[in-house]
């Protein structure tokens, strides 16, 4: 969502890359860089001269401080600031408190509340070990009910199975005297969409909301994240009328500018709790301001990207395969198992964005489709070999390639390709080992070493040395679009 953002915030930040210290005149030019950035981003123009208004006060507040490079300070600065727009820090809700805890989630047509209350269903019961009951309450488009039902169903969660002839009210008391019968923890209720201008649904919303005081009720608008400075409104709106406790950001992967993201806490003083970055069930998280805020600025967000590795991959397959490249033991079986693994945790470009000062280098390669699509094709060739070749690729004769590349609809030449490519990799893997043992990343060719890799601006990449590469360099099988770019 951010990556355009984030280019021009990379853009603004070269004028005051390596000045001896921060002053008016040399950040003049970057704060208007970034004012104009995030005004193309759909930011409140009130939140962004607040923001430019801080940055520029405690940037030549700063003390200069021996051996911090001013730049980097700045940059400091500026995250700071973006996480303190945004929220400062994750908030999510307390579900440890007495009782049941009821959730209305609400918002505009179309804004994914349903699909979002079916991802929030399953979080709770995965992270928190809550018992959840999901309700539809839409009276006014019975196919919301089926729809909320068959998410349900696919995750084996129980549902509420509400009659749509009743009032939401009455369906909300009868769903919580249910899950109080039932032993339920948390209580979600899909309402049905409604604008914001429409007098009569928002008085329906803030009776709900009325009758379920006693339960202490959360109010959860769902935003689209696509819509900007609309989302910001709404919620205002929402939060005027009925007193919303959070707001879920939908879509946040899109390509959408972002303004919703950065200013809608701000404006409408009600905390982001969730985002929803996909159609998956499990394309949901906690927002966090100042990882968010990272990932903007190609700071990184490693901390997300550990959780992501710690729910999707096998710990001990993970470990197990460890061992095997302690012992210099490399198959094209653990290749793809390789492969897998990380394809769990996303695509090639999300992933990079997570690690800091990969975002700059994934423009910089610019569409990475091709690289993704070449990994698939790797997948293929590699599923049409027996467990015996993937164990051990040196008894892949003419005639084993022939059969490999009819099974996988490519080319004897691809899979040579590949073979060749592999074994490149194959012999990487000792000296890989010894460098990690030795407590550094590996020089991986054609991304330079990272042994005690420092960053030095915005968006190095660590292990540079500043100098580029000479042309015609020889590249490594990672060098230049993905494992096996030709």
């Given at each position: 969502m951010?990556d355009?953002l984030s280019?021009?915030f990379h853009?603004?930040?070269?004028a005051?890359s390596?000045?001896?210290?921060i002053?008016?005149?040399n950040i003049?030019?970057t704060?208007?860089?970034?004012?104009t950035?995030l005004?193309?981003?759909?930011?409140?123009f009130?939140?962004v001269k607040g923001?430019?208004?801080?940055v520029k006060d405690?940037?030549l507040?700063?003390k200069?401080?021996?051996g911090?490079?001013?730049g980097?300070?700045f940059?400091k600065?500026?995250?700071?600031?973006l996480?303190g727009?945004?929220?400062?820090?994750?908030?999510?809700?307390?579900f440890e408190?007495?009782?049941i805890?009821?959730?209305?989630?609400?918002?505009?047509?179309?804004?994914?509340?349903?699909?979002?209350?079916?991802?929030?269903s399953?979080?709770l019961r995965?992270k928190k070990?809550k018992k959840?009951l999901?309700?539809?309450?839409?009276?006014?488009r019975?196919?919301?009910?089926d729809?909320l039902?068959?998410?349900?169903?696919?995750?084996d969660?129980?549902?509420?199975d509400?009659?749509?002839s009743m009032?939401?009210?009455?369906i909300?008391?009868?769903a919580m005297?249910?899950a109080?019968?039932?032993g339920?923890?948390?209580v979600?209720?899909?309402t049905?969409?409604?604008?914001?201008?429409?007098?009569e649904?928002?008085?329906e919303?803030?009776q709900m909301?009325e009758v379920?005081?006693?339960f202490?009720?959360?109010?959860?608008?769902v935003?689209d994240?696509?819509?900007?400075?609309?989302?910001?409104?709404?919620?205002?709106?929402?939060?005027?009328?009925v007193?919303i406790t959070?707001?879920?950001?939908?879509k946040?992967?899109s390509?959408?500018?972002?303004?919703?993201a950065?200013s809608i806490?701000?404006v409408s003083?009600?905390?982001i709790?969730?985002i929803?970055t996909g159609?998956?069930?499990?394309d949901?998280?906690?927002?966090?301001?100042d990882?968010l805020a990272?990932r903007i600025?190609?700071?990184g967000?490693i901390?997300s990207?550990?959780e992501k590795a710690?729910d999707e991959?096998d710990q001990?397959?993970?470990?197990r395969m460890?061992k095997?490249l302690e012992?210099?033991?490399?198959?094209?079986?653990d290749?793809?198992?390789?492969?897998n693994?990380?394809?769990k945790?996303?695509?090639?470009?999300?992933?990079?964005k997570?690690?800091?000062?990969?975002?700059?280098?994934l423009?910089?390669?610019g569409?990475?489709t091709?690289a993704?699509?070449?990994m698939?094709?790797?997948?293929?060739?590699i599923s049409?070999?027996?467990?015996?070749?993937?164990?051990?690729h040196?008894i892949?004769n003419?005639?084993?390639?022939k059969r490999?590349?009819?099974?996988?609809?490519?080319?004897?030449?691809a899979?040579q390709?590949?073979?060749?490519?592999?074994?490149q990799?194959?012999?990487?893997?000792?000296?890989m080992?010894q460098?990690?043992?030795?407590?550094g990343m590996?020089?991986?060719p054609?991304?330079?070493?990272m042994?005690g890799a420092q960053?030095?601006g915005?968006?190095q990449?660590?292990g540079?040395s500043?100098?580029k590469?000479?042309?015609?360099g020889?590249k490594?099988?990672?060098?230049?679009?993905?494992y096996?770019s030709k």
């Amino acid at each position: 969502m951010f990556d355009n953002l984030s280019d021009k915030f990379h853009d603004a930040f070269k004028a005051i890359s390596g000045k001896n210290k921060i002053t008016e005149d040399n950040i003049e030019k970057t704060l208007a860089d970034v004012r104009t950035a995030l005004l193309e981003a759909d930011v409140n123009f009130k939140v962004v001269k607040g923001f430019i208004n801080a940055v520029k006060d405690k940037a030549l507040g700063e003390k200069v401080v021996r051996g911090v490079n001013p730049g980097q300070k700045f940059i400091k600065i500026v995250h700071d600031e973006l996480a303190g727009m945004m929220g400062e820090e994750n908030k999510e809700i307390n579900f440890e408190r007495d009782g049941i805890v009821p959730i209305l989630v609400v918002g505009l047509n179309g804004q994914g509340k349903t699909t979002f209350s079916g991802k929030l269903s399953l979080h709770l019961r995965k992270k928190k070990n809550k018992k959840v009951l999901l309700v539809p309450a839409d009276t006014y488009r019975p196919a919301a009910k089926d729809q909320l039902i068959t998410l349900a169903k696919q995750m084996d969660m129980d549902w509420f199975d509400s009659d749509l002839s009743m009032s939401p009210c009455e369906i909300a008391m009868s769903a919580m005297a249910y899950a109080k019968d039932n032993g339920k923890d948390v209580v979600i209720i899909d309402t049905a969409g409604r604008l914001h201008v429409d007098e009569e649904l928002m008085s329906e919303l803030s009776q709900m909301k009325e009758v379920m005081t006693p339960f202490n009720p959360e109010v959860l608008i769902v935003a689209d994240a696509m819509t900007g400075q609309e989302a910001v409104n709404v919620a205002r709106s929402f939060h005027e009328s009925v007193g919303i406790t959070g707001v879920v950001l939908s879509k946040m992967d899109s390509d959408a500018r972002g303004g919703a993201a950065l200013s809608i806490s701000y404006v409408s003083g009600v905390p982001i709790r969730y985002i929803s970055t996909g159609e998956r069930m499990k394309d949901f998280e906690l927002f966090h301001p100042d990882r968010l805020a990272g990932r903007i600025l190609d700071m990184g967000d490693i901390l997300s990207l550990v959780e992501k590795a710690e729910d999707e991959i096998d710990q001990k397959e993970a470990e197990r395969m460890m061992k095997r490249l302690e012992k210099n033991k490399f198959t094209i079986d653990d290749f793809m198992k390789q492969m897998n693994m990380i394809g769990k945790l996303g695509s090639m470009g999300s992933i990079m964005k997570m690690i800091p000062g990969m975002g700059g280098a994934l423009r910089g390669m610019g569409d990475i489709t091709p690289a993704e699509n070449e990994m698939k094709k790797i997948k293929v060739i590699i599923s049409s070999m027996t467990k015996n070749e993937r164990d051990d690729h040196k008894i892949l004769n003419d005639s084993r390639i022939k059969r490999i590349a009819k099974g996988s609809g490519t080319t004897d030449g691809a899979v040579q390709d590949f073979l060749k490519k592999f074994k490149q990799m194959e012999k990487m893997i000792g000296p890989m080992m010894q460098m990690f043992k030795g407590g550094g990343m590996p020089a991986i060719p054609g991304m330079g070493g990272m042994p005690g890799a420092q960053t030095n601006g915005f968006r190095q990449m660590p292990g540079e040395s500043g100098k580029k590469r000479k042309k015609g360099g020889k590249k490594g099988p990672w060098g230049g679009g993905g494992y096996f770019s030709k």
